[in-house]
């Protein structure tokens, strides 16, 4: 079964850092883009950052600035370096793939993390 296994999680003061790792698993042949949602209490998911193969990425504008994506396509990895953390920034966050399973299937698939909790205390 492929899974997106998500690190790095955890509490921190306002100002501070942390840097969250998503690794796929379970034999999924190419990873065409990866990125993170997060979810707040009583708020919708929303796309934080997001990376495609080539290089390319988006940020929300909340994090702009803050945040910085990376991924190892070798690897089907990506990582999420966030930086000045603000209060705001507590969520859940989600690791999020679009994937190809095989070399004859081309359509892209959806997988999604289990979840990692961020929380900043001012």
């Known amino acids: 079964q492929v899974q997106l296994v998500e690190s790095g999680g955890g509490s921190v003061q306002v100002g501070g850092s942390l840097t969250l790792s998503c690794a796929a698993s379970?034999?999924?042949?190419?990873?065409?883009?990866m990125g993170w949602y997060r979810q707040a209490p009583e708020n919708e998911r929303e796309l934080v950052a997001a990376?495609?193969?080539?290089?390319?990425?988006y940020y929300a504008d909340s994090v702009k600035g803050r945040f910085t994506i990376s991924r190892d396509n070798a690897k089907n990895t990506v990582h999420l370096q966030m930086n000045s953390l603000k209060p705001e920034d507590t969520a859940v966050y989600y690791c999020?793939?679009?994937?190809?399973?095989?070399?004859?299937?081309?359509?892209?698939?959806?997988?999604w993390g289990q979840g990692t909790q961020v929380t900043v205390s001012s």
């Open positions: 999020h793939a679009l994937s190809r399973i095989s070399d004859e299937d081309r359509r892209e698939y959806e997988f």
């Open positions: 379970g034999g999924i042949f190419s990873t065409n883009a």
């Open positions: 990376i495609i193969s080539t290089g390319g990425t």
